[in-house]
C-alpha cells in the first residue's frame, strides 16, 4: 500500500515563498507520476502541477512562473516550491500517487 505524507504548510504574506513536501512509502515511487492538487473552502480540488517518472512537468495556467514542481527517487520525495504568493493560493495542498492521496498541508497567505 501507498502512503503519502504532506509537510511545509503554513501562514505567509503575500510575495512570500514555501516549499511542500512529500514523503511517498513504497518502492514504486520513482516509476509513476506525482501531482500536486488544492482545495480552497467551498470549492473543488483542483490540479497545480504534474511530474512524470521522466521529469516532464506541467503546470496549472494561474501557478506558472511561480510555482516549480520536482522529485528525488532517491528520497520517494516530491516537491513543490512556491514563490510570489497570492492571497488566492490559500488551500489545502494534496500530493496524489495512483490514486492514493496524503492528508493534506494548509497554505494559508495573508497580510
Known amino acids: 500500500q501507498v502512503q503519502l505524507v504532506e509537510s511545509g504548510g503554513g501562514l505567509v504574506q503575500p510575495g512570500g515563498s514555501l516549499r511542500l513536501s512529500c514523503a511517498v512509502s513504497?518502492?514504486?515511487?520513482?516509476?509513476?507520476?506525482m501531482g500536486w492538487y488544492r482545495q480552497a473552502p467551498g470549492k473543488q480540488r483542483d490540479l497545480v502541477a504534474l511530474?512524470?517518472?521522466?521529469?516532464?512537468?506541467n503546470y496549472a495556467d494561474s501557478v506558472k512562473g511561480r510555482f516549480t514542481i520536482s522529485r528525488d527517487n532517491a528520497k520517494n520525495t516530491v516537491y513543490l516550491q512556491m514563490n510570489s504568493l497570492k492571497p488566492e493560493d490559500t488551500a489545502v495542498y494534496y500530493c496524489?500517487?495512483?490514486?492514493?492521496w496524503g492528508q493534506g498541508t494548509q497554505v494559508t497567505v495573508s497580510p
Open positions: 496524489e500517487c495512483a490514486d492514493y
Open positions: 513504497g518502492s514504486i515511487f520513482s516509476i509513476l507520476a
Open positions: 511530474i512524470t517518472s521522466g521529469g516532464i512537468t
